[in-house]
């Protein structure tokens, strides 16, 4: 656990320098210290050190913004930038992001707390930032040409509301806003309870993130900005499976986790072995008689949802989206189904001609976990992950909710794979198997089959469906 020292001045972490090429000395010494941060590991809770107390949040694969109090206001500094984010291990993507990162760092204030935050913008065209779900005046909504002029390169804006309401919400631009979000300008904003509130709880554990998606093709940097819907890479926090961190808890922790969608598409968010309960949404709160025990909770575009639960049960618990090619990286789409198709005589024809050729998917998918094909310059593998009983076979928008007895309170370090008590991991069976028995009867006694198939006759079908790949 690294202490708020080390997170605010570890080596390589901070970068206080400024350039002043835009901004002139007078108006460089008003602006709060510009804080940034590179790594890609979640960070601490950044505990209040001014200000009315509150439980901090965690960032998966993030981190706090720091502030300064100025005459009774919390004065953050924002700087829209291209960043280099480590999506995974081996995998770097050119971005465009906040103080460093993709996605900006979360900010976290208290209900009333009125918040000032200086905005410099270093990206080659303009923006501006839009606080999504904040009650504030029409001035401060950030959507350029209708609220105020956008943010010119070099330009620093300053926004100052109050925090009216508690809840979770976001900020993103509001300017050319299919490309700024394509390229990961995006930010997580928590506003906790000034008092005990009847329909916040506390809790021991409160993670955030933000689901986001890009479009990167194997083997390049940038994503594709004018993709509307086909992205392939799906992230949190622009972080994609194996690189999105466990949440670790501790055994009967009450755990809550905000969730933001600024992707183009729904995600059914899906946790193993617990009940959740859905206890905010974008709109704030929601009433005790409106919630009821949930698996799995659809996320819609630009929504936000805080679920609830006891983590009870020891183990590792996967947690997911549960759009299938969702939890997949980057790959071609546009391919036939090929299980059970033998194509060794083609095989051999092509490799003739292409040495490296390889062929794929005729047992199912689960061979390309361990495919030895050569993978272009920065790209990942489609499923990866190592798990203690073999390959995970997962990608993309997955990690592992982690429910440990022996999990110091407060400790969010990653306690390792669960021991599974004996007796208790699911085994193979090794006795003998008997012939099923069959039905005889056709299709059954209401609609009796008229013929019956002559050995040889077999229908066998043919036909190969389109198989475009564009709906999500
Ligand atoms: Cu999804």
Redesign the pocket.
Known sequence: MKSRRDFLFGAGAVTAAFSAASVSKVALAALPELVSQTSPDTQAPLMPQNGRPYNPVVTLNGWTLPWRMNGGVKEFHLVAEPVVREMAPGFKAHLWGYNGQSPGPTIEVVEGDRVRIFVTNRLPEHTSIHWHGQRLPNGMDGVGGLNQPTIHPGKTFVYEFVARRPGTFMYHPHADEMTQMAMGMMGFWVTHPKDRHPLIDEVDRDFVFLLNAYDIDPGSYTPKIMTMLDFNL?SWNSRIFPGIDSLNVRWKDKVRIRIGNLTMTN?PMHLHGHEFQVTGTDGGPTAKSSRWPEVTADVAVGQMRQIEFLADEEGDWAFH?H?SH?TMNAMGHDVPTLIGVDHRGVVKKITELVPDYMAMGERGMADMTEMEMPLPDNTIPMMTGEGPFGSVEMGG?FTVVKVRREQKRNDYSNPGWFAHPPGTVAYEFDGALAEPHRRQDGGGHSMPRQHQHQPGQEIEVQVRKPSGHSDH
């Open positions: 799906w995600h989206c759009k969702h928008m």
